[in-house]
């Protein structure tokens, strides 16, 4: 594909001058327009070393209000980065509705440079590149627009331009000893270039290839490009595609989820004070020991805790953190988003908090709140809701592959049982800030919070994060469980970890 660019494509200078002003004045309003419509824009500028990325991105900011942008470099990663799921960076650096990101490379080093140094494997690659292609489709799923440049120049125009940067002492830091091993070995980059570009050309990210011999000509293109986008995207958010929005479940449409997995749990299970207390000190030990060797190992841990309402998920999670070392895990409640949160992707504060390689995350209550809470209340849209469980499960899959530990604990009572413990907690003075009215109404959509269960657990219990019900009548035997379960888990990875460097 590449090789039947024509590279030699320039302008003149006075048409470009006028293109720049008129596409220039028409960006500045664009960025007001985006603003507005709480549109978050991502532009992507990749393409071979020296191709000019660095100045026509100064020359796209020009027409733009610096206070709606930020413009990221992609370097050397960093320990923090390195210790993570290679998209984490950029899940975090996502923009606010009505913000500009600009990247000056980006989340395709791990199929691109890394690939090329053999840092990136090539059994790698399908997870790679599959992870990239859900990264993008959930973010423009969710109403980001995402644009990609691809800067493209010759071997020799690369040689040239390496040498002349080479020839400043100001300049001469740019040029790498692995720029140099690119341009030496340009065809078998440029193969790896063109393959990421296959691979990763969609209809909702597509990728636009641009002719950087001439820079006047590159940053004219660009500049159409960016406008063109965005104008498109305005269009199509005010054409308005009418959105439902979920009003809750119906019994005769949830029916194939009504009689589910959570109807078949023997709540009945029980352990005895002096059995729960055996069971606890054992496995609390264990755990204080696994937990050292995971962070020697470093592996993460991501647990998610869900579960009704009093259902012992706050005791649970008390006795799993009992013996371990505080400064290797982190408790994360999830509430109701805050303003910062709500201008981003819903996944955005989640993978804020994801552990980096040793270390442990507990989340009360999880990502899991947007195909319960969100669809229930109507608080997101019925596209949303159900393109949720997809998105989930492609989040987790690129936690699990980056070596973490997965889990997912549902704590189950009955509906006698969380009265039970709904007036225990109104009855017991340092109990009462537990429970509020808005426990009493999602009381009364019992039934169809678990219909949404039932079928949360069916589409997104996965062999690398399963869902673990726990039979949580009574509350002795489902920390067990919690415990028992966690425990088995570490001590089945770390034997993995330490039999994969054993082969080594």
């Known amino acids: 594909m590449l090789e039947k660019i024509d590279l030699s494509r320039t302008v003149e200078k006075e048409v470009y001058k006028k293109v ?8 500045g309003q664009l ?4 603003k507005e419509a709480g549109i978050p824009v991502l532009i992507l500028f990749e393409g071979m070393g020296a191709a000019g990325k660095g100045t026509q991105i100064n020359r796209l900011i020009q027409a733009l209000d610096p206070r709606g942008f930020d413009v990221y470099a992609s370097n050397e990663p960093t320990q923090e980065e390195n210790l993570r799921p290679f998209l984490w960076k950029f899940w975090t650096l996502t923009p606010e509705n009505g913000r500009i990101a600009i990247y000056d490379r980006s989340w395709y080093r791990k199929v691109l440079t890394d690939r090329f140094d053999k840092v990136t494997k090539k059994k790698e690659l399908p997870e790679a590149f599959r992870d990239i292609r859900s990264f993008e489709k959930q973010l ?3 109403g980001a627009v995402i644009i990609k440049l691809f800067l493209y120049i010759s071997q020799e125009e690369q040689k040239k331009r390496f040498r002349k940067l080479e020839k400043s002492v100001e300049t001469k830091w740019h040029v790498t000893e692995g720029d140099w091993e690119k341009n030496k070995r340009y065809d078998e980059y440029l193969q790896i270039n063109e393959e990421m570009l296959e691979r990763t050309d969609t209809e909702f990210a597509p990728w636009t290839i641009i002719e950087a011999t001439d820079r006047n000509y590159a940053a004219m293109k660009i500049l159409k490009t960016v406008t063109e986008h965005l104008e498109q995207a305005l269009t199509e958010k005010s054409a308005g595609k009418a959105k439902k929005t979920a009003s809750g479940i119906t019994l005769d449409a949830g029916s194939r989820y009504q009689n589910g997995v959570l109807s078949g749990v023997d709540l009945s299970k029980a352990y005895t004070k002096e059995e729960y207390k055996a069971k606890l000190d054992k496995l609390q030990k264990r755990l204080e020991i696994l937990h050292s060797d995971i962070y020697r190992l470093r592996i993460p841990v991501v647990l998610g805790f869900e579960g009704w309402d009093a ?12 013996h371990m070392d505080p400064r290797g895990y982190q408790v994360c409640p999830t509430a109701s988003p805050n303003d910062i949160e709500r201008k981003h992707h819903y996944l955005w504060r989640f993978w804020n908090k994801v552990p980096k390689a040793g270390h442990v995350a507990i989340f009360d209550r999880t990502w899991y709140g947007r195909v319960m809470v969100e669809r229930i209340e109507g608080f997101c849209t019925e596209d949303d809701w159900k393109r949720a469980y997809q998105e989930i499960n492609e989040m987790e899959a690129h936690m699990a592959n980056s070596g973490a530990v997965v889990l997912k604990f549902w ?9 039970r413990r709904f007036k225990e907690r109104m009855e017991i003075p340092e109990k009462q800030w537990k429970i509020t009215d808005e426990d009493w109404r999602n009381r009364e959509k019992w039934d169809q919070y678990e219909i949404a269960v039932n079928e949360m657990l ?11 019900v726990v039979e949580g009548n009574n509350k002795y035997y489902a920390r067990v469980k919690v415990l028992q379960t966690v425990v088995d888990a570490l001590e089945k990875k770390i034997s993995q970890v330490k039999a994969e460097q054993g082969r080594k």
């Open 411 to 419: 704590l189950h009572i009955d509906k006698d049982e969380q009265e």
């Open 311 to 322: 259902g012992g998920k706050g005791g649970a999670i008390k006795r799993l953190t009992s």
């Open 140 to 142: 423009t799923d969710g």
């Open 31 to 34: 960025q007001r327009r985006l």
């Open 458 to 468: 069916v589409r997104t219990s996965t062999t690398y994060a399963p869902w673990i």
């Open 20 to 27: 720049l002003q008129e596409e220039g004045t028409k960006l």
